[in-house]
């Protein structure tokens, strides 16, 4: 099985930097999201690897041979990199069927009859679309598009499949269900996956490894679990995760630990960083984390609740404990204006240096 390595990667336009250094690799049968919010390079390090962008220094290669190269002079083009490409858009022809889309790009390359046939089959196959195969992409439905894209993908037997917001064009309900039946997909076929996307829970879902991308730069990598729920870096926490963040400045430091002060509040946290007395610092901590108290007592906020909203599973409450914002989960509704404590537990309540 083949290996992609990304090294020290640099692409701008203009005088605009966009990548600024990246390198990561991708093992045989791994899955890596590229996470990231708007602008910060993950869509254009995907077109990089897939040939679609010229970077201007690094190098990127897959099973040992070179894709682009800039100090031997090495960029192959789209169509010699053998990867396997599913555009946001999905990208269909309109007026050719289910098969013909997907056999296209092997009926380019000169592929027998027969072969095309036994390949198209095998992927119409894989992706519960064989009863389809006679249909126009305006006959389908946003999920079966999708999975036509990806067959076309699929029918060369790529060793990367490079996939751009694979589910962005799909509605709420249908993006949960086409995020388990693609992570199936994947584990099922064994694929090597580099996947673009700026949701954090689908990220998780589908991914081995996140890379998460802050102005053209790796922040912090890792698998789900670490990424959720060991942060390095205030960045990564925030956009991990849904939280609670307070501001204000340390006051005491004690073994990995600091006392956070603000009007009429103070919380002990577990420190992340480096912090010393006197620091401005943010607190930061996950919704599911925090729990409704019956009383004072340490690392207690008093709070009244600003209103209820039913989520469905449960309720989300919003308080405003002084001049912040604090929201919780609970099982039930709570009437506006109830008097409550809120209990930040030490350890789930992040320390980081302050950001401004």
């Known amino acids: 099985m083949t290996k ?10 203009g005088d605009n930097p966009i990548l600024k250094g990246v390198s990561f690799e991708l093992q045989p049968g791994e899955v890596v999201a590229l996470l990231g919010a708007s602008g910060s390079g993950k869509t254009t ?10 970077p201007h220094q690094g190098c990127i290669s897959i099973g040992g041979q070179s894709l682009y190269d800039a100090a031997r002079g090495i960029d192959l083009p789209v169509e010699k990199r053998g990867l396997g490409l ?3 858009s999905y990208a269909l022809w309109p007026h ?3 098969f013909d889309n997907v056999a296209y790009g092997l009926t380019l390359r000169g592929t027998s009859k027969q072969e095309i046939d036994d390949r198209v089959l095998a992927a119409l196959k894989s992706l519960d679309l064989v009863h389809l195969a006679e ?3 305006n006959q389908l439905s946003g999920g079966q598009q999708q999975r036509v894209a990806i067959a076309r993908a699929l029918v060369y037997n790529p060793p990367v499949i490079l996939l751009d917001e694979p ?27 580099l996947c673009v996307t700026h949701d954090q829970t689908e990220a998780m879902a589908m991914a081995d490894r996140i890379l998460l991308l802050k102005n053209g730069r790796i922040e912090q990598e890792g698998r789900p679990e670490e990424m959720y729920g060991a942060p390095s870096t205030l960045y990564t926490a925030e956009f991990m995760g849904n939280n609670n963040r307070l501001q204000g400045r340390v006051t005491e430091l004690r073994d990995g630990r600091a006392l956070l002060e603000g009007p009429g509040w103070r919380c002990w946290g577990a420190v992340r960083g480096s912090l010393k007395m006197g620091d401005a610092a943010v607190g930061l901590i996950r919704l599911e984390r925090v729990r409704l108290a019956d009383g004072d007592g340490e690392n207690r906020i008093a709070a009244s609740l600003v209103t209820s909203m039913y989520l469905g599973d449960r ?16 099982e039930h509704a709570i009437p506006a204006n109830t008097p ?8 789930d309540l992040w320390l980081f240096p302050s950001d401004g």
């Open 315 to 330: 309720w989300e409450y919003l308080f405003k404990p002084g001049e912040n914002r604090l929201r919780a989960y609970g």
């Open 340 to 347: 409550a404590w809120l209990e930040l537990p030490v350890n």
């Open 45 to 54: 390090l995907l077109r990089a690897v897939a040939g679609l962008e010229s």
């Open 4 to 13: 992609l390595i990304v090294n020290d990667l640099h692409l701008q336009y």
């Open 96 to 98: 050719k069927t289910v």
């Open 135 to 137: 249909r126009f992409p």
């Open 167 to 193: 589910l962005s064009n799909l509605d709420a309900k249908l993006r949960e269900e086409a995020r388990a039946w693609l992570r199936e997909l994947i584990v099922t076929l064994k694929l090597s996956a």
């Open 86 to 88: 599913v555009f946001q």
